[in-house]
């Protein structure tokens, strides 16, 4: 007699096999998309910008274990400006705690249109810092998406897709350059009466 507790799946014991046919095509596809999203970041220069040296190596491990094949890193914001002008990054993972520029200061100076050449840099900002003001003020000051330290390696590979598969223009809202905010809010005209 089978003890049905011991099969690793026991669902898949009374599968029909078209319910085995349909979870194998799934599996596949699964497959097929990682191998997509893999090649998608192969083909990314990513440049890590944080003061932690145990950090970046972090980061930098789970960036490669992803299928990162370029990463670049910086340990300060003056740093972190020079390799944007010298590796041209496809995305920059920031921390907001540095010495000399932190990130903040990085940010509003790399979206500086017509002052910075790199002004429509994807940002990641990557941060230890968890109140919910934080990531309004990191959102309004340009990065495209904010992700809190310690992060694992599908939140950065989320962040990261979002990037990719949705990337969203850079729009000039009020004295910030920050991309498009994904859910813009509307302006009813009042009647002319």
């Not at 994807?122 to 941060?127: N, V, Y």
Request: glycine share 4%; net charge positive; with cysteine.
């Amino acid at each position: 007699m089978i003890d049905v507790s011991k099969v690793a799946e026991p669902l898949n014991y009374f599968a029909t096999a078209e319910e085995k046919c349909e979870r194998a095509m799934s599996d596949r596809s699964h497959s097929m998309a990682n191998k997509s999203i893999e090649k998608m970041i192969q083909g990314l220069n990513i440049l890590i910008v944080d003061n932690n040296t145990y950090m970046r190596r972090l980061t930098r491990s789970m960036l490669m274990n992803l299928g990162a094949k370029s990463v670049v890193e910086a340990a300060d914001g003056l740093a972190a400006l020079e390799a944007i002008r010298t590796c041209d990054p496809d995305v920059m993972l920031l921390d907001w705690d540095m010495p000399v520029l932190n990130g903040m200061e990085v940010m509003r100076i790399v979206r500086s249109p017509g002052v910075f050449p790199r002004p429509n840099l994807p940002i990641i900002m990557l941060t230890s810092r968890a109140n919910r003001s934080y990531v309004v003020e990191a959102l309004r000051a340009g990065a495209n998406e904010f992700l809190l330290k310690p992060t694992s390696p599908k939140a950065l590979c989320d962040r990261l897709m979002s990037i990719l598969i949705n990337p969203r223009p850079m729009v000039k809202l009020g004295e910030f350059y920050v991309p498009q905010p994904r859910r813009m809010p509307v302006v009813q005209e009042l009647p002319v009466a």
